[in-house]
């Protein structure tokens, strides 16, 4: 599937978001731009911290209330302003048309309640079944994921499940109500390897068999390269650089990217000694001016006193590094 | 002490963001403030109450009995005359010096047991821990109140009784204390290099243990003052002509339908104090647990 | 820890803490200063009377064996007579019992039904103007001396604004219901005596609030504090990821994970509405077992004091027993794996 086709499901236009603490805001977005449509699956990357999960959780408003605060930009979320709607509609958004699977399946699930019930439950709040054809749903969804004896597993307490089962669950959930977008923060990252591989591809079958555009938020190039149509390489709260999954893995454009595969073992080159990017994401208490990445750039110079927009570098990228957009220029 | 001395001088800010932190979550919660000023003031009126009361507490005075309050006796007389308002300010010292006295007692026996239990191990710690079990198990107000009774009705078994039932408590929060820290690196290694349990417990653990001791008590203040003057009001505390507050309501209590200021102040007097200490040890167990910090 | 384990631990304690309270109260007669058997033979009793007291008492046997004799009267349920009513302290306790058990439990609900309402409300909207509201309360039930409380109510809504009654559990004319089960309230109901019953009902409510203050703030507290902490659990977040509705999330999801800590919470309640009925019944003139032992402990009658601490403690003991397993059955993760 390529990208650029459907509809834009979710629109984020130069967002910055800060979270007020006693120390003063941090500035945890700085203006990040980044849009999904319909069917493709996307992927959002960068270190923990860089802003991946916020965004998303920003632009469900799931965020908890209080400490963060959206300084700027605007979202569109189904052609609409979620900042804007009010509890109770954002309520028929939310697993209706965009559901969100969380890292941490542990302690996702009720823990008094049956599986059963909670899957049921989330059914029957966006559909008009009886509780009879919503069983048969639920089951229906938890054997799409591969789940033996699914009506053993709705009678079950969820600390009776292993994380990897538990994360089933979740995600039998939230395509239960065939939403159009799903967002998927780091959703192997609490699990052992070995589930890992087959959890990711269960979310990208049925997403694929469903048409449901899918947002990959994760730490791991590896994971996403294997996934996403496109990707979205986030650096302290700003969009580093984005494009068709093949062509930036090809030929990263910013340096940003380039140091995050030369970390990845066999990717760049096998049996070559790990790499890793030397420094620490910056301050954004007090956010230095100009890059962000500036500090631990290879190819940093004076230019990069100045923040570089994010501008098309070829028909298939963008990137936000004065090199390449100067290279670009000249070709 | 050396890796403290570094990390200030890497950041010279780490004592003043300490503060800032501190007002922060201060500034969260006026109540706590509140409560600060509340415990202020009872400490100060206990020192000064000679200076402050404008009257003897015991001075009898015919001619005014059951006065009302006005500018001569701000809080009215009693029914022999004597000035409420200088027996309250007096009746701090009872009031809450035992309830200062209950919670000192407690505290120091139940951490030094407790903390022993804890560092010592083994058969006597197990011994120890199921005899406070039982203890637990057991309803102290009413435990204390027979043993109050039993030893007869004065301010001073009242608070032997009291201490005596609160002991249990405090025995299981510091040897808790003492076992989380004894798992501790840098106690492991101090014990690797064959320090004494004693020394243990000077130096590295009582130090450690204090801070969640010294907020459970200033919790304990508030309950305690409230024990202190019900008992005293159920006649098993202090003894007439004492100025005590829960005495003071007790003896009110016959005069209360039309004299209300008698009971009124001495009540308001242990509610107030009491207030203000249960907001300042919520605030203190705030600023100290990080996890509950925001509530 | 299995569920069964877990009870025979609990009853194995429980022997302990009775034989506990057994040796407490024993050891608490014993340090009663002066000579009980002058006590009760009188002041002018003869050396003869006395050695005779004495001898009835059990106190010229020596102490191991005085405890033993203690304990086979406790298990037989023989406390001892009260030197001031003249009857056995168990025959008085049966009788004044019910009075303080009417009161406890209209307060406990009392305490229940505005404190879990309001505490979930507090931690909903923190910060908000309900969660100041509900946080004041609860500081002032924590800081509030019971037996002044009582006094204050009784001059508003008594003498000032004559809309409750200030005393007694019944009006002066109404008869008590036939005594069956020795509630007021269900015994006038048995017996059809409507005006009994509501005499009962507008008694009850004073008493029952004052002593239901203090037990809704720390109800309230820890409903605000564990609904806090549920709250931001993970689950609740996938509740709202996937659209559920607030009511859902809240009374589905959040409360009752928030309920089953407070549970236990029930069992301490239960010791302080103990003593805070001491307290209250005696503001009241409320004829129950804390009426009871304040004239005890005004009379020195030692053997109805110590009658009462036995069978309070045991009740606690048993009642926070039951509390606990309570909670084991309400958790499914103790009960599943049991």
């Known amino acids: ?331 | 002490m050396a890796i403290q001395a570094t990390g200030a001088a890497r950041h010279p800010s780490a004592a003043r963001e300490g503060l800032n932190r501190i007002w922060y979550r201060v500034k969260g919660s006026p109540l706590t403030l509140v409560g600060a000023a509340i415990a202020l003031i009872v400490l100060i009126v206990i020192v000064a109450a000679p200076v402050l009361a404008p009257y003897p507490p015991d001075r009898i005075s015919l001619s005014a009995r059951l006065a009302a309050p006005s500018l001569q006796h701000l809080f009215g007389t009693d029914e022999v005359g004597r000035d409420l308002f200088s027996r309250v300010l007096y009746g701090a010292r009872a009031s809450c010096g035992i309830a200062f006295a209950i919670v000192i007692i407690s505290t120091v026996v139940g951490s030094i047991v407790g903390c022993l239990s804890g560092v010592i191990g083994g058969i006597v710690d197990t011994a120890i821990m199921r005899l406070m079990d039982v203890f637990l198990a057991l309803p102290a107000l009413i435990l204390a109140m027979a043993l109050a009774a039993a030893l007869g009705p004065s301010l001073f078994n009242a608070m032997l009784a009291v201490a005596v039932v609160r002991v249990p408590a405090y025995v299981r929060l510091a040897r808790g204390q003492t076992l989380a820290l004894r798992n501790r690196t840098y106690v492991k290694a101090s014990r690797s290099f064959g320090a004494s349990p004693a020394y243990l417990l000077r130096w590295h653990i009582l130090p450690n243990a204090l801070s969640p001791i010294i907020v459970q008590a200033t919790l304990d203040l508030g309950g305690t003052i409230l024990t202190a003057a019900a008992l005293s009001f159920i006649g098993l505390g202090a003894q007439p002509p004492t100025s005590e507050w829960g005495s003071m309501v007790s003896s009110g209590r016959n005069y209360f339908l039309d004299q209300w200021w008698y009971i009124t102040f001495p009540g308001l007097a242990i509610l107030i104090s009491a207030m203000g200490f249960n907001l300042l040890g919520d605030g203190l167990r705030d600023m100290l647990d990080p996890r509950l910090g925001g509530r | 820890m299995s569920l069964l384990s877990t009870i025979l631990r609990r009853l194995v304690l429980l022997v302990f803490v009775v034989a506990g309270v057994a040796i407490v109260t024993f050891t608490i007669s014993h340090l009663i200063p002066g000579d009980p058997a002058q006590m009760i033979a009188g002041d002018k009793a003869s050396a003869e009377t006395l050695a005779h007291v004495r001898q009835e008492l059990g106190l010229d046997k020596p102490v191991t064996q005085q405890f033993v004799i203690y304990v086979k009267q406790l298990l037989s349920g023989d406390l001892g007579n009260s030197l001031r009513t003249r009857r056995p302290v168990a025959t008085d306790i049966a009788l004044f019992l019910p009075a303080t058990l009417e009161l406890g439990i209209t307060a406990l609900l009392m305490a229940i039904l505005i404190g879990v309402p309001l505490g979930a409300l507090s931690a909903i909207y923190k910060d908000g103007p309900v969660d100041q509201a509900a946080r004041v309360v609860s500081v002032a039930g924590i800081s509030m001396p019971v037996f002044w409380f009582g006094l204050a109510l009784i001059i508003v809504f008594y003498v000032k604004i004559p809309i409750l009654p200030g005393s007694a559990r019944l009006d002066l004319g109404i008869t008590a219901p036939p005594r069956m089960t020795g509630f007021f309230l269900i015994d006038s109901l048995v017996a059809g005596d409507l005006a009994a019953f509501r005499s009962t009902l507008y008694h009850l409510v004073l008493p029952a609030f004052v002593l239901a203050f203090a037990n809704l703030g720390i109800i309230t507290r820890q409903i605000r504090a564990s609904m806090l902490d549920v709250l931001q659990e993970d689950y609740v977040r996938t509740a709202r990821a996937n659209g559920l509705s607030r009511s859902t999330i809240i009374l589905r999801h959040a409360l009752p994970n928030a309920l089953i800590p407070s549970v236990t919470l029930l069992g301490l309640a239960f010791g302080d509405l103990l003593y805070g009925a001491v307290l209250t019944e005696t503001i009241f003139a409320w004829p129950g077992m804390g009426s009871y032992v304040v004239s005890s402990i005004q009379t020195l009658d030692f053997p109805a004091i110590m009658g009462f601490t036995v069978v309070a403690s045991l009740g606690y003991v048993l009642i926070n027993l039951a509390v606990d397993l309570t909670y084991m059955v309400l958790d499914p993760q103790i009960r599943e794996l049991g």
């Open chain 1, 1 to 331: 599937m390529s990208a650029a086709q459907g509809d834009i499901l979710l629109d984020i236009d130069d967002l910055s978001l800060e979270f007020r603490t006693f120390r003063g805001p941090v500035k945890a977005l700085n203006g990040i731009s980044l849009n999904v449509r319909a069917g493709e699956i996307v992927g959002v990357v960068g270190e923990s911290g860089c802003g991946k999960s916020v965004t998303m959780m920003a632009a469900t408003r799931l965020l908890p209330k209080g400490g963060a605060h959206i300084t700027g930009g605007a979202v569109r979320l189904f052609g609409s302003d979620p900042m804007k709607l009010s509890e109770r509609e954002l309520q028929h958004v939310r697993g209706r048309q965009v559901s969100t699977i969380f890292q941490e399946p542990m302690n996702a699930l009720n823990p008094t309640r049956r599986i059963g019930e909670q899957v049921i439950e989330v059914i029957r709040r966006h559909q008009r079944l009886s509780s009879a054809a919503a069983r048969q749903k639920a089951i229906g969804l938890l054997r799409d994921m591969l789940i033996s004896e699914p009506e053993r597993i709705m009678q079950a307490y969820p600390f009776e499940l292993s994380g990897g089962m538990r994360q089933r669950v979740l995600i039998a959930m939230a395509f239960s109500c065939e939403p159009k977008l799903i967002i998927a923060d780091e959703p192997t990252t609490a699990l052992d390897v070995t589930v890992q591989a087959l959890i990711l591809s269960l979310i990208r079958q049925k997403a694929v068999s469903t048409g449901t555009a899918v947002v990959f938020i994760s730490h791991d190039m590896a994971v996403v390269s294997q996934l996403c149509d496109r990707l979205y390489v986030l650096y302290a709260g700003r969009v580093a650089e984005s494009g068709a999954t093949a062509a930036v893995l090809a030929a990263p454009a910013h340096p940003y990217t380039r140091a995050l595969i030369r970390c990845l073992p066999g990717l760049a080159a096998p049996k070559r000694p790990l790499e890793q990017i030397p420094g620490t994401l910056p301050d954004m208490l007090n956010p230095p001016a100009g890059c962000l990445f500036r500090a631990r750039c290879r190819e940093a110079d004076e230019r990069c006193i100045e923040v570089p927009p994010l501008s098309p570098i070829d028909p298939a990228r963008r990137a936000a590094c004065w090199r390449r957009i100067e290279e670009a220029e000249a070709a």
